[in-house]
């Protein structure tokens, strides 16, 4: 099993510009999530989705837009990137959902270094 | 709002050198705690999931601990491989946040051969 794989692995744009980042899972959850990691602060949710076609807001939502067509694919897309979007994406995701007999397991994937200037 | 504080943010030790990690956490109402270890440009790796005051968990020279308000994350004689950032979060029990984790900033292990 590839586990979630993430893509590209490196990007650079220019203030403005619009990009999509890609991530997919094989092991059939439904739960799959977004977040940003910068230095000297802990990982952040940006958006997460129970199942497909259903999304919701993290901590750090404004600036990006997901969608859910697939259970195996959830792409982050940046609408018009800013220098503070400037960090390292980590999608992961989980078999569980319901919270109600365990806790999110995440898996992540390898991440994605995303660079604004 | 929910907090996980990580103490210290870096620890230096000696190869066979005993340590502990500290996460401290407020939340109201703790589903589970996680520890995940992070190696230099990759993604977490799980390492464990706590529920209740008082559980442990061991795997091979790791150990991890969690009371009402923090979970520890001993390291019994540590080895060079063992070098990482190690990262503590909790999920609260709350009907909106069951799918939110907070993380900590996480402790930088260097363990020297």
């Known amino acids: ?19 999509t980042l890609q991530c997919a899972q094989d092991m059939n959850h439904e739960y799959m999530s977004w977040y940003r990691q910068d230095p000297g602060m ?10 497909a076609g259903i999304t919701d807001q993290g901590e750090v939502p404004n600036g990006y837009n997901v969608s859910r067509s697939t259970t195996e694919d959830f792409p982050l897309r940046l609408l018009s990137a800013a220098p503070s979007q400037t960090s390292v994406y980590f999608c992961a995701s989980s078999y569980s959902i319901m919270g109600i007999s365990g806790a999110n397991v995440l898996t992540f994937g390898a991440g994605s270094r995303l660079t604004v200037l | 709002e929910d907090q996980v504080t ?17 996460c401290s956490y ?31 968990k061991e795997k091979e020279r790791l150990k991890a601990t969690l009371t009402k308000k923090e ?43």
Not at chain 1, 1 to 19: D, E, H, I, R
Not at chain 1, 44 to 49: D, E, G, P, Q, V
């Open chain 1, 1 to 19: 099993n590839a586990g979630v794989t993430q893509t590209p692995k490196f990007q650079v744009l220019k203030t403005g510009q619009s990009m």
């Open chain 2, 6 to 22: 990580q103490s210290p943010e870096a620890l230096r030790l000696q190869e066979g050198e005993s340590s502990s990690l500290n």
């Open chain 2, 71 to 113: 979970s520890f994350l001993h390291i019994t004689a540590p080895k060079p491989e063992d070098s990482a950032t190690y990262l503590c979060a909790v999920q609260a029990r709350r009907g909106g946040s069951n799918y939110k984790l907070t993380f900590g900033k996480g402790t930088l292990l260097t363990v020297n051969p």
């Open chain 2, 26 to 56: 407020t939340v109201s109402g703790l589903r589970g705690l996680f520890w995940y270890r992070q190696d230099p440009g990759k993604g977490p790796e799980f390492l464990f999931t706590l529920y209740s005051a008082g559980e442990e």
């Open chain 1, 42 to 51: 802990g990982l952040r949710l940006i958006h997460y989705s129970v199942g």
